[in-house]
């Protein structure tokens, strides 16, 4: 296989919206590239996007009520949860929602087979999956997955990660044999023993070491992608003004998250329905939110990474050529360029 290389050209949208945006148009003014909904000076007067245990930044934008202070009457919001990287990127490809947050790898892949979709904010860098059993397992490293049954949720980062760690280990994902299943689902089959391993995402993960004594057989940051919010180039390219406003708020979410930790945490715990102490562990030690939330170099070079893995094991129809052209334009740094400005 042709090693994967970084061929970074200008999104789509970027030259449209940096021309709203020097000319003071990106709030549904005359220029703007969406007409302004009736009586309002917004694109459009709905918005729906995610909320999502495993993207702390939504739950501060959710709970601060910050786009509804922003948009006021004008914009009605609604929020759906995303219970994986595989449900938001269903959302989007649905229009059941116009901004959803996943996983880099995630978003990657869904680009690569035709989902319209860019990153405009960078959320996280999570270190979110790992290998989990038993407390009572035998297996104690990759070489002991060979045949084993593993729980994974296909289209996310526990999946992409199990790639990886198979390919570590000499393997492939035809040496074991997956069962898909949502994530709260993959713990309910470790600790019923009706599988071998779970490649966890947290919180779910955390509060299973806590309270099922299950153990990480297997960890690495490095085959952990960042935390992507996605919209579709339709959206952005009809109402830049509202991924703008979405944008700002995340921005603003960070700035509170990183001063105010332990809050953070409780918004979780309560969200996640996990102990404090579990939601703790999470926020400060496996969520660094503490980065650029401008996309770029730093998140191509961990999907460049990923990306031959994802053709290796035929998850993309259209194989390198696709994934190329994926990583080409699936980053659009506009809005979280002008956010943190």
Not at 18 to 30: D, I, K, P, R, V
Not at 198 to 224: C, H, K, Q, T
Not at 271 to 278: K, M
């Amino acid at each position: 296989m042709s090693t994967f290389t970084r061929r970074i050209i200008p999104a789509t949208a970027v030259a449209g919206v940096m021309a709203l945006m020097t000319t003071g148009c990106l709030a549904g003014e005359s220029g703007g590239s969406g007409a302004p909904a009736e009586g309002s000076d917004w694109s459009t007067s709905e918005l729906t996007l995610d909320w999502a245990t495993y993207n702390p930044l939504s739950l501060v934008v959710r709970d601060q009520g910050l786009l509804e202070e922003t948009f006021g009457d004008d914009v009605q919001v609604e929020w759906i949860q995303s219970e994986g990287s595989n449900k938001a990127n269903e959302f989007l490809r649905s229009g059941s929602a116009d901004l959803a947050s996943t996983a880099g790898s995630a978003a990657l892949l869904a680009r690569a087979n035709g989902s319209p979709i860019q990153v405009v904010d960078i959320y996280s860098q999570p270190e979110w999956s790992a290998i989990v059993v038993g407390p009572d397992s035998d297996i104690a490293g990759l070489g002991d997955l060979e045949g084993a049954t593993i729980a994974a949720t296909t289209g996310t980062d526990p999946y992409f990660f199990l790639l990886q760690a198979l390919a570590e280990a000499g393997l492939t994902i035809d040496d074991v044999t997956v069962q898909n299943v949502q994530h709260a689902d993959g713990r309910t089959l470790l600790d019923n023993g009706d599988v071998d391993a779970w490649v966890g995402l947290d919180p779910i993960m955390a509060a299973a070491e806590v309270e099922s004594g299950d153990e990480l057989a297997y960890r690495n940051v490095d085959f952990n992608s960042y935390g992507f919010l996605n919209a579709t180039e339709e959206f952005i390219a009809d109402h830049p003004d509202v991924v703008q406003a979405v944008v700002d708020a995340y921005e603003q979410a960070r700035a509170w998250a990183l001063e105010n930790p332990e809050e953070t945490a409780e918004l979780l715990a309560d969200a996640a329905g996990i102990d404090l102490e579990v939601a703790s562990t999470v926020i400060e030690e496996r969520s660094n939110l503490d980065v650029s939330g401008v996309p770029g170099d730093a998140q191509l070079a961990v999907l460049e990474v990923i990306a031959p893995v994802l053709v290796e094991a035929g998850d993309v129809q259209g194989g390198e050529t696709a994934v190329n052209e994926a990583l080409d334009t699936i980053v659009n740094d506009t809005f979280a360029t002008q956010a943190t400005e």
